[in-house]
Antibody
Framework: EVQLVESGGDLLPPGGSLRLSCAASGFIFSSYWMHWVRQAPGEGLVWVSRIKGDGTSPTSADSVRGRFTISRDNAKSTLFLQMNSLRIEDTAVYYC?????????????????WGRGTLVTVSS | DIVMTQSPDSLAESLGERATINCKSSQSVLHSSNNKNYLAWYQQKPGQPPKVLIYWASTRESGVPDRFSGSGSGTDFTLTISSLQAEDVAFYYCQQYYSLPRTFGQGTKVEIK
């Protein structure tokens, strides 16, 4: 079955660190750009970060740049998001999402596959 | 950044009626190299992740009922549900994938009247 399963969400204080994982199955993981998208409680969708299929070209939103790092392990078909210096406003459900298109040809289009998300709560 | 603005924020229509959601981008998402609009629509039901309905502004994802259709070009887009069903109650988001950062509209809540 083609799916993405996130894990690692937790409750932690401001300034803390956390690593999220997203396990992929049912498709050739290394062929796709992968993204993280977050959704604060009761709010809309916000793009966080993306990485190319070969693990290069990581890019993040201004709001998390310098604090969050996206990476991947293609041998284990797993996407990661290392989150440091967490703030209260980082509280959200974090989804991993697959970019449709062809990573090898640098095509990264709409999000055609989503995980169910993992909740990160930052609170004192 | 490309700002995506949806209207209305919420709507309620009777079963079987037409529902229309608009999305406007702050700059064109029409790519001149392939004449495609880099615009997608997603549906999100409570407690679930988003699901793509429409991409390239008007291409329906496999398995999506044909009562969902997308139209528009450049900066102005529309998602239409031709005959609203109970299972269509959800939030709907437009999103541009023309450039980084990827940006979404604020969402439109669709309910049954």
């Amino acid at each position: 079955e083609v799916q993405l399963v996130e894990s690692g969400g937790d409750l932690l204080p401001p300034g803390g660190s956390l690593r999220l994982s997203c396990a992929a199955s049912g498709f050739i993981f290394s062929s796709y750009w992968m993204h993280w998208v977050r959704q604060a409680p009761g709010e809309g969708l916000v793009w966080v970060s993306r990485i190319k299929g070969d693990g290069t070209s990581p890019t993040s939103a201004d709001s998390v740049r310098g604090r969050f790092t996206i990476s991947r392990d293609n041998a284990k078909s797993t996407l990661f998001l290392q989150m440091n210096s967490l703030r209260i406003e980082d509280t959200a459900v974090y989804y991993c999402a697959r970019g449709s298109g062809i990573s090898g040809e640098n095509y990264d289009w709409h999000f055609d596959l989503w995980g169910r998300g993992t909740l990160v709560t930052v609170s004192s | 950044d490309i700002v995506m603005t949806q209207s209305p924020d919420s709507l309620a229509e009777s079963l079987g009626e037409r529902a229309t959601i608009n999305c406007k981008s702050s700059q064109s998402v029409l790519h001149s190299s392939n004449n495609k609009n880099y615009l997608a629509w997603y549906q999100q039901k409570p407690g679930q992740p988003p699901k793509v309905l429409i991409y390239w502004a008007s291409t329906r994802e496999s398995g999506v009922p044909d009562r969902f259709s997308g139209s528009g070009s450049g900066t102005d887009f529309t998602l239409t549900i031709s005959s609203l069903q109970a299972e269509d109650v959800a939030f709907y988001y437009c999103q541009q994938y023309y450039s980084l950062p990827r940006t979404f509209g604020q969402g439109t809540k669709v309910e049954i009247k």
